[in-house]
């Protein structure tokens, strides 16, 4: 049967203006939820803890036979910049250099701690103290005794725990005075310490 004249069929395909606008709506929503997500990202992403070595002091640095005698006393300030997060930290280990040499490694959180947010935590007199055969060349010796201040490179590995398992590697280079008594050396400054990257665990 022939339709009425001038009557339009319900079943009119869809035009493609109306498809346009669905696709416009669609994609509009789309990007006010990635939007909506970068932004509850920023807000609630858990900020790395920062390191700072407040104060270092070099009672003993001597080196005879192929041995390095050292006493190096450290204070660490760590802070947690983060305004709703606390960090619950699982250990720390500290590693010294000098001159790529590493001489000594020290375990600092036994047991762990837990550092609430906007939080500082200090370490005070974390003593890196011992005796390492190191093996020096003829003129990396002559620097050695002609050093009035020793150049060390201080490397802090940590594991902590936010809303994942993270680890960390923060890296301190140290210019530290040294002392020929037990009198501590004056003159060190308090250097902060660079997070070199985050790792996080399965």
């Given at each position: ?98 001159r790529k040499e590493r001489f000594s490694m020290v375990n600092l959180t036994s047991p762990p701690f837990y550092q609430g947010h906007k939080n500082t935590t200090f370490l005070h007199d974390v003593l890196v103290e011992g005796q390492e055969l190191v093996e020096f060349g003829e003129h990396e010796l002559s620097q050695f005794n002609s050093e009035t201040a020793a150049a060390f490179t ?49």
């Open positions: 049967m022939t339709p009425p004249l001038g009557r339009k069929d319900a079943l009119e395909p869809m035009t493609p203006r109306f498809g346009a606008r669905c696709l416009f709506c669609f994609c509009n929503t789309i990007l006010c939820l990635l939007l909506a997500l970068f932004i509850f990202w920023l807000i609630f992403l858990p900020k790395e803890p920062e390191f700072t070595v407040s104060n270092a002091s070099l009672t003993q640095f001597n080196f005879n036979n192929n041995t390095l005698y050292y006493n190096l006393a450290l204070n660490i300030t760590i802070q947690n910049p983060n305004k709703r997060v606390g960090i619950y930290y699982r250990h720390i280990q500290v590693i010294a250099n000098y201080i490397l802090m590995y940590g594991k902590f725990k936010t809303a994942d398992y993270g680890s960390s590697k923060i890296d301190c280079k140290l210019k530290v005075p040294l002392s020929f008594s037990e009198t501590p050396a004056t003159g060190f400054n308090t250097t902060k310490c660079c997070n070199v990257y985050v790792l996080t665990n399965p």
